[in-house]
């Protein structure tokens, strides 16, 4: 006997204001993923609410993943896909159990503050500089993001930004910084999306720009990414010669002593699957069948 696993995806994209302070509109997408699995011991009789970044959501790492664990826990799972401050944010409020997200210094702050707990090291990939593949600011084969930037920047050729707090914006504005730059919404080729990573993408494929992505990311799409290639990074995480690119993932409870609402007994449960050496392995082997390589590499110690 088998039964159908219901997901239900929220994608929330934010639009900074120009003060870069809250949200201006929130648009949602719903997804319902079918999954046939064997049926579980127990029914369903929890719910586990996940606030996780567009990579894990884009890639499809969880739709992989997140069956295993509903069919061992009887849980429902729902996760919301957007930037990893935006995450965090709804672990402040108690909106969501656990979080999965990769900005150490926001992660960091997140616990210090109190409102996680039992942060965990999940996995990592990189990021690469992708862009046409006629590459009018000539960054083919630059080693370092840093000297990437500096030339688009030269160059002024269009780069689009996610423009939110995703740990992939915080690592861009790190990259500009190293750079000696500050690019902003008002330089006319700088586009500021406030949009996540996939829209992103789209949008660099068809205005012929350069971003800063994962690579997991960009792997998924590429089929709908014709005009883009990587361009510094390397065509694989063994290959790419710049260690800042590294992009580490972390998974955080959300305290039930500031929330007494979550779900802290299943959130436990799944920081313990995720880390477990089973689900490592299939991080590990996920994208390898597709892509000849890993989206993700697992980073968990037991």
């Known amino acids: 006997m088998r039964r159908r696993v219901r997901v239900v995806v929220c994608v929330l994209s934010l639009l900074l204001t120009a003060c870069g302070v809250g949200a201006t509109t929130m648009q949602f997408r719903q997804a319902m993923i079918d999954a046939p699995t064997a049926a579980p011991s127990n029914p369903v009789s929890a719910k586990l609410r996940i606030a ?17 664990f509903e069919q061992r826990h009887g849980v429902e799972v729902e996760y919301v896909a957007v930037g990893t401050g935006q995450a965090l944010k709804l672990g402040e409020n108690g909106d969501t159990d656990v979080v999965l997200v990769h900005a150490r210094k926001q992660e960091d702050e997140f616990v210090a503050r109190g409102f996680g707990s039992n942060r965990q090291d999940v996995m990592y990939n990189d990021y690469v500089v992708v862009g046409p593949t006629d590459d009018p600011a000539k960054i083919q084969g630059i080693e370092t993001a ?9 160059a002024g050729a269009t780069f689009a930004s996610r423009g939110d707090t ?5 690592k861009e504005q790190a990259i500009w910084a190293s750079a000696g730059l500050t690019p902003t919404a008002e330089l006319s080729w700088y586009k500021s999306l406030g949009q996540g990573m996939g829209e992103t993408l789209i949008f660099a494929n068809e205005q012929r720009a350069y971003t800063l992505t994962d690579r997991g990311t960009y792997l998924a799409m590429r089929d709908k990414l014709p005009s883009l290639g990587i361009l510094a990074g390397g065509a694989t995480l063994a290959q790419n010669g710049d260690p800042s690119l590294r992009n580490p993932y972390s998974v955080i409870q959300v305290n039930p002593a500031k929330h007494p609402s979550v779900n802290a007994d299943i959130a436990a449960k799944f920081i313990a699957w995720i880390i477990s050496p089973e689900t490592q392995q299939r991080i590990g082997e996920f994208g390898r069948d597709k892509f000849n390589q890993a989206l993700f590499y697992p980073l968990a110690t037991q």
């Open 146 to 154: 840093q000297e990437a930037f500096t030339q688009i920047a030269a």
């Open 166 to 170: 995703s740990g992939t914006h915080s």
């Open 52 to 68: 996780t970044t567009t990579s894990t959501a884009d890639s499809g790492l969880l739709d992989a993943l997140l069956p295993d």
